[in-house]
């Protein structure tokens, strides 16, 4: 067993099989976090520069952006320097950084769903009372929420981890995650495994159940209407990102719960990417 002030970086196993090619895989994903981190920089400036956009919809958009360019931060620069790396290993500082930055985005996103969801949920159910509810302070107060919750909640259980001893620094995975470093700790870990059920309760459930009622709400009071195409315009975006969003929770679940280590690297990686970028 390893001492745990010994361990001042992580090795990340998942590239061990990437092979001769690499560049294949530099060149795709460096494709990918370009192509994520300009669009959502463009919708940022276009909706903050053109002032017909400056409406609840689509602060709340700008901020699903700037979530957007935040998380695909802290994912694809780790990924695309391990792969051209030769021990594919990460900074224990640099590991919980990635690990702060993947976890409030994954919050954060949640978060910014479930308000999208009541913002719709008024503008069509109650449009009379919308710009008074839906104000601007209010949305920017609520977007500020967002991310405070987030980083806040997360910021806890980060701080546990930090200070579990460690007896290893083998990662079955391409990036850091925390329940992955959790593994590592030499003594129980009962205690810290009961305060994070209770966190993802509280801090997914809610938002799960205000998005599921504000939905189905809306969609019972537009089929009793003549707003049948403006329910399905509001919606279907809304649930496929929803739908999209959970899918790759899941698969995130079961990266973590189940070993990995027979799965090849490349369906690691593409498993990885959907389940922190495709949200987007």
């Not at 601007?136 to 977007?143: D, E, F, T």
């Not at 089929?223 to 315009?233: D, E, M, P, W």
């Not at 369906?267 to 949200?279: A, R």
């Amino acid at each position: 067993m390893e001492n745990s002030t010994q361990i001042t970086n992580f090795t990340l196993t998942a590239y061990a099989d990437i092979g001769g090619v690499k560049y294949l895989y530099v060149f795709i994903v460096l494709l990918l976090f370009l192509f994520i981190f300009v669009f959502n920089i463009v919708l940022i400036t276009v909706i903050c520069v053109e002032s017909s956009l400056h409406e609840p919809m689509y602060y709340l958009l700008c901020s699903l952006a700037v979530n957007g360019v935040y998380g695909s931060i802290g994912l694809f620069p780790v990924v695309l320097v391990n792969v051209l790396s030769k021990t594919h290993e990460i900074s224990q500082v640099c590991c919980f950084v990635q690990i702060f930055i993947l976890h409030t985005y994954g919050s954060c996103e949640l978060s910014n769903l479930a308000v999208m969801g009541y913002d719709r949920y008024m503008s069509i159910c109650h449009p009379l009372q919308y710009r008074n509810i839906m104000s601007p302070i209010r949305v920017c107060l609520l977007i500020s929420l967002t991310w405070l919750f987030a980083i806040c909640t997360f910021t806890i259980t980060l701080l546990l981890t930090v200070r579990m001893p460690l007896c290893g620094r083998i990662i079955e995975k391409i990036y850091c995650a925390n329940y992955s470093v959790v593994k590592l700790a030499c003594g129980n870990t009962t205690t810290f495994n009961m305060y994070a059920s209770v966190a993802i309760v509280y801090t997914s459930f809610p938002q799960l159940l205000h998005i599921v009622y504000s939905y189905v709400k809306l969609i019972r009071v537009c089929l009793k209407s003549a707003k049948k195409s403006q329910a399905r315009n509001t919606c279907t975006s809304h649930i496929i990102t929803l739908v999209i969003y959970l899918f790759g929770e899941f698969f995130e679940l079961i990266q973590n719960r189940f070993d990995m280590s027979s799965v090849p690297s490349v369906i690691q990686i593409i498993l990885s990417i959907y389940c922190l970028i495709l949200p987007l």
